[in-house]
């Protein structure tokens, strides 16, 4: 979960690279993910729906908060604003506060620097959002049936 926040650091001569959690098979060309990059942002990623627990961190149904298991990072930004300490010294001050402490110290750390990717780039077929498209949402449930 916290080897995200090292990957400046692990990849000095990239600009940008894509991280993906352990738990989520990719099933479509990364490439199209890829071609999404945007120098502007720290990191893109799919919009994560409100929720409550949001408000105690500072967001609010306005704000942009997204999930971290898919995420594009832009190594240089983060080396240049040394993101990664700020994530962890985060996590740290907040520890009894955060229910997703590396998530959740990301897109404060990052607010503002958030770039919002489409939702079929992140989607959990036991769970999907209801702006995925049906037909999306339907062929990963019947492939995890």
Not at 67 to 84: A, D, E, F, Q, Y
Request: charged fraction near 15%; aromatic fraction near 12%; include cysteine.
């Amino acid at each position: 979960m916290y080897a995200r926040l090292l990957l400046p650091s692990l990849f000095p001569n990239h600009e940008f690279c894509i991280y993906i959690d352990v738990d989520t098979m990719p099933t479509i060309d990364l490439h199209a993910l890829w071609n999404l990059r945007e120098t502007n942002y720290l990191i893109q990623g799919v919009r994560r729906g409100y929720h409550p627990y949001l408000e105690a961190l500072g967001f609010d149904e306005e704000s942009i908060y997204v999930n971290s298991g898919v995420l594009i990072m832009n190594l240089n930004l983060w080396r240049t604003n040394n993101i990664g300490q700020k994530v962890i010294n985060k996590i740290f001050e907040n520890q009894s506060l955060f229910f997703h402490p590396d998530q959740d110290a990301m897109n404060i750390v990052c607010h503002g620097y958030i770039g919002v990717l489409p939702p079929i780039f992140n989607v959990n077929p036991l769970n999907p959002e209801p702006n995925v498209p049906g037909k999306l949402t339907s062929q990963l449930n019947q492939d995890m049936s």
